[in-house]
Every structure is written in structure tokens, then in C-alpha cells.
Nanobody
């Protein structure tokens, strides 16, 4: 079993930046492809970004391309989401999640999840 803990959320003004971290622990936690998702009040959970187990492949939702960057440091069992040029529409709870193979943006296909971290962007 793999446990995930997100951190780094907070309140930021529009145009600002935040860097989220997702610390994984448990069995072979560094070997899983990982994704970041977000969920705003009253909305469905949506895909933000994904990264392969070795960081060699990444993909992003269109609405964050050029603003967000996903990365990982397997020596630290940590996945990151650097968020720049934040806008109020980015306000949501952000979750990291893992699954056994790379390539899905469907949250229902991810096997383990963190508890989420709140990101609030003020205008």
C-alpha cells in the first residue's frame, strides 16, 4: 500500500505562484506514475497533470499548459506541481494520486490518493 501526503497549498494573489508537494511512502512508492487532480466546490474532480515513474513523460490539461510544471524526485519519494501565473479559476483542492501505468487522465483509474491541499487564488 502507498500513502500520499500533499502540502504547499495556501492563499495567493492572482498572478502569483505556489509549489505543491506530494510525499509518498510505502511499498515501492517511487515506481508509480503519478498525477495531480483538482476539485472546486460543486464541480467534478478534474485532471491537471501526470508524470511517468521516471519523470521521462509528462502531460497536462490544456488549461494549465505553460503555467504548471509537474516533476518528481524519486530519491525523496516526492512529486511536485509548480504553479505559476495563478488565476482565481485555479482555486480548488489539489490531490495527488498514483496508478500502476502511465497515461490516464481519468481519476477513477487511479488507485491511491492523498487527502488534498487547498489552493485559493484571490483576484
Amino acid at each position: 500500500q502507498v500513502q500520499l501526503v500533499e502540502s504547499g497549498g495556501g492563499l495567493v494573489q492572482a498572478g502569483g505562484s505556489l509549489k505543491l508537494s506530494c510525499l509518498a511512502s510505502g511499498r515501492t512508492s517511487s515506481r508509480y506514475p503519478m498525477g495531480w487532480f483538482r476539485q472546486a466546490p460543486g464541480k467534478e474532480r478534474e485532471f491537471v497533470a501526470m508524470i511517468s515513474w521516471n519523470g521521462g513523460m509528462t502531460d497536462y490539461a490544456d488549461f494549465v499548459k505553460g503555467r504548471f510544471t509537474i516533476s518528481r524526485d524519486n530519491a525523496k519519494n516526492t512529486v511536485y506541481l509548480q504553479m505559476n501565473s495563478l488565476i482565481p479559476e485555479d482555486t480548488a483542492v489539489y490531490y495527488c494520486a498514483g496508478r500502476s501505468s502511465y497515461g490516464s487522465s481519468n481519476p477513477h483509474e487511479y488507485n491511491f490518493w492523498g487527502q488534498g491541499t487547498q489552493v485559493t487564488v484571490s483576484s
